[in-house]
């Protein structure tokens, strides 16, 4: 995963684009979750479960009004202004700060696109599509765009102990 996001370092006029591999990042989580999002949604009816992997998990379509554990749910909808203001955070911070070291650009392009992808479904509807609902032990379903979040602050935090700045990076 770190070597594909060495694609972003040169542009088709041949100069380094800025934080490229958060734009992909973003891009690409953005796209999987409103396509598993639009498919469960299509496919499944309100409450129906599919077989996953036996054991492991299944596919249990809900609509949260909430937060993670279904925090916040009789909030008034505040939630999809969070979305959409950690959304314009990151997008600043991607053109106006400096250059990212790349497990930033890959941690906070994918804590974009679940921002933007759990925010779509807020605006949209005003509940959020969560599908993945682990089998093994009783945990609260979810969606990709709570994985990608999850990627996301896991890459921050190995970046602060691994990479180099950026500087020392090309």
């Known amino acids: 995963m770190y070597r594909c996001l060495q694609i972003y370092e040169v542009s088709s006029n041949g100069q380094d684009m800025k934080n490229g591999g958060f734009w992909i990042a973003a891009l690409v989580g953005i796209l999987l979750d409103r396509f ?5 949604a299509q496919t499944m009816f309100l409450g129906q479960s599919l077989p996953g992997i036996p054991g492991l998990f299944r596919f249990t379509y809900i609509e949260n009004t909430g937060a993670a554990w279904s925090l916040f749910a009789n909030s008034g909808g505040f939630l999809k202004w969070v979305s959409l203001a950690v959304s314009l955070a990151l997008v600043s911070l991607s053109l106006l700060g400096g250059p990212m070291r790349r497990w930033e650009q890959l941690g906070y392009g994918c804590i974009l696109a679940g921002a933007v992808g759990n925010g779509i479904d807020r605006f949209l ?5 969560d599908f993945l609902d682990i089998a093994f032990f009783d945990f609260p379903i979810f969606n990709l765009a709570d994985v990608a979040i999850n ?4 890459c921050l935090l190995i970046g602060s102990f691994t990479s ?6 090309r």
Do not use: D, H
């Open 164 to 169: 180099p700045s950026p500087s020392k990076s």
């Open 125 to 129: 509807s005003g509940a959020v599509v």
């Open 151 to 154: 990627i996301g602050v896991v």
């Open 36 to 40: 598993t999002k639009v498919w469960v």
